[in-house]
């Protein structure tokens, strides 16, 4: 294509496991999210239409990409009509779900510049239901499996809005006691889907109004019928500026910092920059479990937060991590972060101050899962993020608090911050 125009960039988003890999449940596979640009790298010359010069984005151009960095697992990537990408996540932060980790929705911009979450890692949101194969549906709802376990490709039909993605907008949709895998909307609203009484899948139209599958499309006795692929035109998606966090907030993302640059001893990537307007700024019950604060916080009660990062295991032999392994001492199985009861260990990568309007401002290492967590003035943790994160290098997150739930479901006022001046105008 010639500079400066992208009439299709042709990206392959794909999900993928590194032989040997772990993840923090200690299972042999570690899926994250890659882009693949099969017109071989060089992408940003092709959108801005000109060379970058004095500033290197090797994250875009590169033929193969790595767009998420989760310590789970990240699978089933599907492009949404707006240009984002959904996929599954399991997350082993926020409910827990009994050790078992939260297989919830999320979206995220093409070069993993901005991911958030829509649905499914939350108290009242099914966390320990299995959320896979998601699908954008014309009528505004993302159709997905309510998996049987979290081993299982097989289970219930079911929808959330996608454009306020609650609770109150869910509901599953089969009520036949039939199987379910690999739902897939067409233009015209209606939904096909593969589908059994027992063991031999077909494709079949669903019928929602009935709970129930209508009219069959195909099913070959001899063999398992999945994945339908509706053939039609599709529109171009949006195109998404992945260098700015949209109009909506009333700030963009600074994404040049001149310390974006510097080389850290031990950490192979470049840097990246966090900001939260209030820390204090939660819907969180109190209460003892996890996904729960301490206390009751207000402007001032938070003096600092820390950043941690998650560190996998490059061990094979999987004897070395006997879960339970120091329940005796720990308090049960797994209730360490940091011993051989868990699969992934955790480090202090960042480390700031937080203003007396509860906003913060900080700067880590990119491409690292991190979660963090705000502290009192005595140090103590009163929460800990819901959800592994991850910036890329040069970008910017920004975040509006410490509480549940995607930006869809609330509205926001554009709030300036003390941290926000700190960022824009420091010596730095």
């Given amino acids: 294509a010639p500079r400066g125009t992208v009439p299709k960039m042709g990206f392959i988003m794909l999900a993928y496991s590194p032989d040997g890999s772990m993840d923090e449940f200690g299972r042999g596979f570690n899926f994250d999210i890659y882009r693949l640009d099969p017109q071989g790298g060089k992408s940003m010359d092709r959108i801005c239409g000109h060379l970058l010069v004095g500033l290197d984005m090797p994250n875009c151009d590169?033929?193969?990409d790595k767009i998420t960095y989760n310590v789970s697992s990240n699978f089933d990537p599907t492009l949404t009509r707006d240009g984002n990408i959904m996929f599954s996540s399991t997350q082993g932060n926020g409910t827990h779900n009994f050790s078992r980790g939260s297989t919830c929705l999320l979206v995220d911009n093409w070069d993993g510049s901005y991911p958030r979450h829509i649905y499914g890692n939350e108290v009242g949101e099914q966390p320990d239901t299995p959320k896979i194969q998601a699908k954008e549906s014309s009528d505004g709802y993302a159709y997905y499996i309510e998996a049987l376990d979290s081993d299982s490709g097989i289970g219930n039909l079911a929808r959330v809005s996608w454009t306020t993605p609650h609770a109150k907008t869910q509901s599953r949709l089969n009520s036949d006691g039939r199987l379910y895998r690999s739902p897939h909307p067409l233009p015209d609203g209606r939904i096909m889907v593969s589908s059994a009484e027992r063991q031999d899948f077909g494709i079949y139209y669903f019928c929602a109004d009935k709970g129930t599958v209508s009219e069959l499309v195909y099913d070959d006795p001899e063999w398992n019928d999945h994945q339908p692929q509706p053939v039609y035109p599709r529109c171009k998606p949006r195109w998404i500026n992945s260098f700015t966090a949209g109009t909506n907030f009333g700030v963009a993302t600074v994404t040049y910092q001149p310390f974006d640059q510097v080389e850290v001893e031990g950490y192979p990537h470049s840097w990246s920059t966090t900001i939260c307007f209030d820390t204090t700024?939660?819907?969180l019950p109190i209460g003892p479990y996890a996904h729960q604060r301490a206390k009751e916080v207000g402007h001032g009660d938070?003096?600092?937060?820390?950043?941690?990062?998650?560190?996998?295991?490059?061990?094979?032999?999987?004897r070395r991590y006997i879960q339970g392994a120091g329940a005796h001492l720990?308090?049960?199985a797994k209730s360490s972060s940091n011993s051989g009861t868990s699969y992934s260990q955790r480090r202090m990568f960042g480390y700031q101050y937080v203003e007396d309007d509860g906003s913060v401002v900080t700067s880590h290492p990119a491409d690292e899962a991190y979660c963090t967590q705000i502290l009192d003035d005595r140090g103590m943790a009163v929460q800990t993020q819901l959800a592994?994160?991850?910036v890329r290098p040069y970008g910017g997150r920004i975040c509006t608090g410490c509480h549940w739930g995607s930006y869809d479901k609330k509205g926001y006022l554009n709030l300036h911050s003390k941290a926000l001046y700190n960022w824009w105008f420091s010596d730095l």
């Fill in 62 to 64: 590169t033929v193969m």
């Fill in 281 to 283: 700024l939660t819907n």
């Fill in 302 to 318: 938070i003096k600092a937060i820390r950043v941690l990062n998650a560190i996998l295991p490059d061990e094979q032999d999987s």
């Fill in 330 to 332: 720990l308090g049960g």
């Fill in 388 to 390: 592994w994160a991850y």
